[in-house]
């Protein structure tokens, strides 16, 4: 790739981040939003809250030649966020209390402070003129919570502008926004001119050094892939090829994807950006279709994949969580006598939990699962990572049982992803 | 803090990683095993599959002056894949094929290829024949899956050691210990010598501007802070505290850990590392109580959650996902008239719901969530976020009625914290 206007670098600090006692959202979130941007980014960087940490990471950004740096984090009222004094003195810029911005975060602070009758109002306080210091020719970017965030242009020509963001995401992204807004912002990238085109394709069912043989054969046919980039991943048991290139190399593109279809027709589910999750949403909303689960080893985490999005309830009827056998029964009418002949983890079992699960909540379709999540329970006929799966709608149904890689969460997480496929594929008409 | 022996950094490599398409699980999971070693972490750089990219980063590690590289990830058969070549050219050293390790690398795919009939068995021979490529003086790592990892000493004095790792976790974490094992990294370490201690300590129940004003009270009393290394943050709607310090600095950890008893009490509920989920499992272990569970706005998340953990059979006896308001009556038993009165998020539904899950699966613990999530189905009175939890144990129960911040996904998630702690509370002897 080449020809991009600006690069820029991340750089997220949190100690409660780099030890991974939270998970960092915002890498990733402002990588896209970079991206979409057409600014590349090569690196983001963790550090914790030691300001010569953050200082080191400022300057190696600065020595790669990028023009904009994004900090997320830092910017809460305690003794440890220390983010925008660092940036202050990166910047070569004095670092001074503005009062107006202080009464404003006041404002806020009254609204929140009436939720918490007990709050140590001198805390408060202290915390409101931290967060109200702003480095000098920097534009504000108004709080969302109760920190501002800032776009500091440096003192010396040459250096990157950093624009300063705080920790939680929801503060964040809509300060962002704010951020790319500014004139500051603009300058510092020169005009986001570079168009880019890119393309995701999603893969189920085969192994990803099937993709690996995929782009030497392409390159044997003569497509130039070194003027793509092209990235392949496996997560979730699906695999992602993803292609970024320039207009004027659409024709180099198009003769990868022909070789790409041609190989792996059967097995590409989608090439618009849409997930497994989107598509089941919207065949089950376009056909005003309920469904219903019945959950074993996944435990619930299939309803609640079902439910992650707003609207749901317009499909989604419930589910039953069955982990014990006399829930089995109980709940999904399960026949105590076909656990006893099978096991609970059995296709047979599957198929009577869909049904069930059906039947009990009134819904057009049904799914069941029930497997050995493991570490324990595996035996040599149903080692850890079995798990049976069934979907039905009307007198139509698909049941399976796989043999899925990893731990505990691996194998749980891997469960709800097959089973939303195989519900795909009923709906577009596969059955035994 | 001073005086740890030896410096590390981590690169994280993969474009699916940078770009959020994938989390980064391996990041945060090395710098708690280097911590654990007490080996000083300050940077994690994640860069995607460019080699200058990843040169770029392995050299600010080595002017920072880091004894220890550890990086993920790169070492697929895709051509992507380019770790080990660029680090054996970081460290000075040749880059050549181990006949013998090839030979054992086909051994393992032999029995991999036997899953995929339709495998085109040339592309598993190529991805065979780059993975067995080995920085000259290498120490290797026998493959998990099919990457060997590798530990690789400079051909410079002065220059880092790099541990190189598979980025699936499943094969990065058996592979660390392996590498840990090794001369190389011991020698790169220097003995692994400095002790040091650290306390956890969560709360629930309190915000984080609260603990700003301890820390400012414990320096007022005198306590010595910067001798500590203290972090605080805010996570899944509980405040976090976590201290390290080195052994003769005890006393200051004492007086520190007296004010925040003092200040706190009521709302720790952990200082032994435990999180709420081992409290609850151990609570209804210990006393051989079962739970079920009913949920609407949280789709199943509370039992899959309950669920997440090995052995959790042993008191989850399953729940209902009760999304549909039918579903509610149908399942749970929740009289249609109680939801018409007061509507279905109510403490009323709640308590019904709590009840009606203990009912259903004949559970001694019960417990009901019903809110809205949002970001539709807000009201002026149960504006998004109101949710109303319940949870009964034979004639006892607590109810509560919250206002939650944040998105969708912030309020189911928080939504299972709050139930937990409402289950720990009730089973300590707390109730309505």
Redesign the interface.
Known sequence: MSGLNARAGIVVT???????????AN???L??RL?ELGID??????????PD?LR??LE?LAR?GVELIVTSGGL?????DLTASVVAEFSGRDFELDERLEARIATILEKLTA??PD??L???A??NRKQAMVPDQAAVLEPVGTAPGFVVTPAEVGKPTVVVLPGP??ELRPMWKAAVATDEFRAAVGGLATEYRSQQLLMFG????????T??VARARGVD?DAL?????L?RGEV?V?TRWEPPLQPVYDAFLAVIRERHADTIFSDDGTSIDDQVAALLSSRALTIA?A?SC???????R???R????AY?????????N??KT??AGVDASLIEAHGAVSTEVAFALARGAAA???ADVGVGITGV????GGTEEKPVGTVCFSVCHGDASLTRRL?L??????V?DRSTTVALHMVRRLLLGEHD
């Open positions: 949190g100690t409660e981040v780099l030890t991974g006692r939270v998970a960092d890498g990733p979130w990588s896209e991206t980014h090569a690196h983001t960087i963790v550090v914790g809250d030691r940490d080191a990471a190696f790669l809460g009222p305690t003794e440890d939720r918490w709050l140590d001198e805390a408060v202290h915390g995401p929801g085969i192994p990803e050094s099937e993709i690996a043989e782009l030497r892939l980039e092209v990235t392949t991943c997560r992602e993803v689960t959950e996944t435990g619930g985490l299939l309803a609640g079902l439910t992650e707003a609207g749901s309830s989604v009827l419930g589910g039953l969580v069955v982990y014990a006399e829930a109980a709940l009990a909540l009134g999540a493991g570490p324990g043999q890689p990893g731990s505990r969460a691996d749980r």
